[in-house]
């Protein structure tokens, strides 16, 4: 005859503390990684004048016009140059005239970021490769092993200036 089979239960996993171990598990993996985090441009506003002060006008040759169009073109003057090309000549600019320079920057609102940044990238390298350089003339050291008085002091010798101005609409330089 046939015997008829009983049926027996499987016995269940105990999965209860699941939840908790794959919670502990997150924690502990967003506590122990790193996030990256973006940074922005380095750039020191002027502290707000107590009073309006008129603004001032400035010598149409102590100003350096730096465009860069829609298509990613630099251009210092409204020659086409690279991004070293300007790194030199911003350079060369700001120590013929310390002081009195302005660096006018124009962009379009088509440029890309990576281009944007290539171009900021290039200014400031100027500007460290001249207070660099002051740095180990005047006191013997580069500029980044100096103290908080002697840097300001080589700031000073060599200002930024820049003015960047709205960005241009629609592919016009």
């Not at 171009?119 to 092993?145: C, F, P, S, T």
Request: with cysteine; aromatic share 8%; charged share 25%.
């Amino acid at each position: 005859m046939f015997r008829r089979r009983r049926f027996e239960q499987i016995p269940e996993l105990n999965t209860s503390s699941t939840a908790d171990i794959s919670f502990m598990l997150l924690i502990f993996f967003l506590v122990t990684s790193s996030m990256d985090t973006d940074k922005g441009l380095l750039r020191q506003l002027p502290p707000l004048p107590q009073e309006q002060t008129p603004p001032t006008d400035v010598r149409k040759d102590h100003v350096l016009q730096v465009t860069l169009d829609a298509h990613d073109q630099l251009a210092v003057d409204g020659t086409l140059v690279t991004p070293q090309q300007l790194c030199d000549q911003i350079a060369e600019f700001v120590a013929a005239d310390r002081t009195d320079h302005v660096i006018s920057i124009r962009t379009d609102r088509a440029t890309t970021y990576e281009a944007y940044f290539r171009m900021q990238n290039a200014i400031v390298a100027a500007y460290v490769h001249l207070r660099d350089r002051y740095a180990r003339e005047r006191y013997g050291k580069g500029y980044g092993e100096l103290v908080e008085e002697q840097r300001d002091e080589v700031n000073q010798y060599y200002p930024q200036r820049i003015s960047e101005s709205k960005p241009s609409e629609g592919g016009a330089s």
